[in-house]
């Protein structure tokens, strides 16, 4: 749960109040959440890594107690962490998962000599484009959204986007964390955003120079190695590795040492 005497806050170049979590004491180290959920889904991996690192654990906009200043625009995410690093001392290690791994390497690329060392967990880029989720899946949201239909959003998320089974989201929609998952429903089109046509952004993956690790789960979704060994590939400092028996909702204390591995290197 979260700990109120954790909790800060900074501001944004939009005047956004952007919240985060401090824990732990060393070199610090920002933590970007994925779609459809908030900094809570980092908590367990804060806790480990803040053993040996100042770990900024934070809230993207428009989740938890973190504002959110229209229009979107993926530059206004990448202003957010740039806010935290500042808070953070002027330079961090950065660690983002899923659509917060795409963030995560937009922002390195373009705040440099601020990010020291990335780690991105699964970003779902897909290399066949058959795969690859609707194409107009930000106006799907924009209008379900438009029209209070967030139940609907979400829906739209799981099975068109992760792929999950129609017969398991109606049976979620009646669940007790199903209004939690509807509350972050309005983040939806912001993720989407961030991915664009999910093709591997070769061009942004050339411009990151820093030592770059693209892990993938054994277990996970068929394409992420494939995914993430293309990554690397295209990154000038990347490497990749696999962690056995880990799906894409990976385990703290797996990640975890893998994470503070990288980063103490």
């Given at each position: 749960?979260?700990?109120?005497?954790?909790?800060?806050?900074?501001?944004?170049?939009?005047?956004?109040?952007?919240?985060?979590?401090?824990?732990?004491?060393?070199?610090?180290?920002?933590?970007?959440?994925?779609?459809?959920?908030?900094?809570?889904?980092?908590?367990?991996?804060?806790?480990?890594?803040?053993?040996?690192?100042?770990?900024?654990?934070?809230?993207?906009?428009?989740?938890?107690?973190?504002?959110?200043?229209?229009?979107?625009?993926?530059?206004?995410?990448?202003?957010?962490?740039?806010?935290?690093?500042?808070?953070?001392?002027?330079?961090?290690?950065?660690?983002?998962?899923?659509?917060?791994?795409?963030?995560?390497?937009?922002?390195?690329?373009?705040?440099?000599?601020?990010?020291?060392?990335l780690a991105l967990w699964e970003p779902p880029y897909i290399i066949d484009p058959a795969a690859r989720p609707p194409a107009d899946q930000v106006e799907q949201y924009n209008t379900m959204l438009a029209e209070g239909r967030?139940?609907?959003?979400?829906?739209?998320?799981?099975?068109?986007?992760?792929?999950?089974?129609?017969?398991?989201?109606?049976?979620?929609?009646?669940?007790?964390?199903?209004?939690?998952?509807?509350?972050?429903?309005?983040?939806?089109?912001?993720?989407?955003?961030?991915?664009?046509?999910?093709?591997?952004?070769l061009d942004v993956a050339k411009a990151v120079t820093i030592p770059t690790i693209v892990l993938a789960g054994e277990a996970s979704f068929p394409f992420m190695i494939e995914t993430a060994e293309a990554l690397a590939k295209?990154?000038?400092?990347?490497?990749?590795?696999?962690?056995?028996?880990?799906?894409?909702?990976?385990?703290?204390?797996?990640?975890?040492?893998?994470?503070?591995?990288?980063?103490?290197?």
């Amino acid at each position: 749960m979260y700990d109120a005497t954790t909790l800060n806050k900074v501001t944004s170049k939009d005047g956004t109040a952007i919240a985060f979590d401090r824990l732990g004491d060393g070199p610090p180290v920002i933590l970007v959440s994925g779609g459809s959920v908030d900094r809570q889904s980092n908590a367990g991996v804060a806790a480990i890594l803040a053993s040996d690192f100042t770990v900024f654990n934070y809230d993207r906009r428009g989740r938890g107690p973190s504002g959110d200043t229209a229009p979107y625009a993926v530059e206004r995410e990448v202003e957010d962490i740039d806010a935290v690093i500042t808070a953070a001392g002027g330079s961090a290690h950065l660690y983002g998962t899923s659509s917060g791994a795409a963030l995560a390497l937009i922002a390195a690329a373009q705040l440099p000599g601020k990010i020291t060392k990335l780690a991105l967990w699964e970003p779902p880029y897909i290399i066949d484009p058959a795969a690859r989720p609707p194409a107009d899946q930000v106006e799907q949201y924009n209008t379900m959204l438009a029209e209070g239909r967030r139940g609907d959003a979400a829906q739209y998320f799981m099975e068109k986007v992760v792929g999950m089974p129609a017969e398991f989201v109606a049976s979620a929609r009646s669940q007790p964390w199903w209004a939690w998952t509807e509350s972050l429903a309005h983040t939806l089109p912001y993720d989407a955003t961030i991915m664009g046509d999910y093709s591997l952004p070769l061009d942004v993956a050339k411009a990151v120079t820093i030592p770059t690790i693209v892990l993938a789960g054994e277990a996970s979704f068929p394409f992420m190695i494939e995914t993430a060994e293309a990554l690397a590939k295209a990154l000038p400092a990347g490497q990749t590795r696999t962690l056995e028996g880990q799906s894409h909702d990976v385990a703290p204390d797996v990640i975890g040492p893998a994470l503070r591995e990288f980063f103490a290197a």
